[in-house]
């Protein structure tokens, strides 16, 4: 489970401490020390988002499964070592509160952990920028909101249409109409921009807050 080369995992937020170290978090999931079809660092940090700002909030042990294997191969989970399996289940339980607590205390705060990759130069705009690569967080938080009961159902219509871009990016069929669209990469980094938005207004929402909604991103 090898990240392709010109990428590098980034967290975009800086929480109080005691927090998760990310870091050490990523290279455990890129290892031999998890299991063969663990979620990488932004997926699964997308996924938490989602269980935690969702209407069930499931408990980590209840989905636990599907981050070690969240396309359900059926394949063995297995750990390099027995002190790997600990040292990496912890990591999680921590990033998962670590997020639970942010979103509670401090939501202004909140950020996605996105993977950066550096701009081919393709597009006019885009000089030697590094792009926001939004797939794995989107397809990890799309993951969470379907393992949780009649989410769409319970959203008010400005909230889904908020979503709308996170299934642009989170879904094969969202990703194909991407494909139709050509987005620039002013409006993709608009939509990586707007994500912490999106996770704070559906938190709110189920949360009994009442401050505001993000705003949709153009």
């Known amino acids: 489970m090898q990240s392709p080369p010109p990428l590098r ?3 975009m937020t800086e929480t109080p401490a005691p927090a998760a170290d990310l870091d050490r978090l990523a290279e455990l999931l890129d290892s031999e020390a998890s299991p063969e079809h663990v979620m990488d ?7 938490i988002a989602a269980c935690l700002a969702g209407p069930d909030r499931p408990q ?12 359900r191969t059926g394949g ?5 070592s027995e002190a790997d399996a600990q040292e990496l289940l912890t990591l999680v339980a921590q990033h998962w509160h670590d997020t639970d607590d942010i979103l509670a205390d401090s939501p202004e705060d909140y950020e996605p952990v996105l993977y950066l990759q550096e701009s081919e130069g393709d597009d ?7 792009v926001s690569v939004i797939d794995d967080w989107c397809s990890g938080f799309v993951l969470g909101l379907q393992l949780q009961t ?6 008010p219509g400005e909230l889904k249409d908020l979503l709308g871009p996170v299934f642009l990016y989170g879904t ?16 993709h980094e608009s939509i990586a921009q707007a994500l912490p938005g999106i996770v704070v207004a559906l938190y709110r929402q189920f949360r009994g807050d009442a401050e505001g909604v ?5």
């Open 214 to 218: 993000a705003t949709q991103p153009g």
């Open 60 to 71: 980590l042990g209840d989905v636990l499964s599907w981050i070690l294997d969240p396309g």
């Open 124 to 130: 006019a705009d885009a000089g030697d920028a590094e």
């Open 150 to 155: 009649d989410v769409f159902e319970r959203l």
């Open 76 to 80: 063995e989970v297995s750990f390099g």
């Open 9 to 11: 995992a980034m967290a």
């Open 41 to 47: 660092i932004s997926t699964l940090d997308g996924f």
């Open 172 to 187: 094969d069929e969202g990703r194909a109409e991407l494909e139709r669209l050509q987005l620039t990469l002013e409006q």
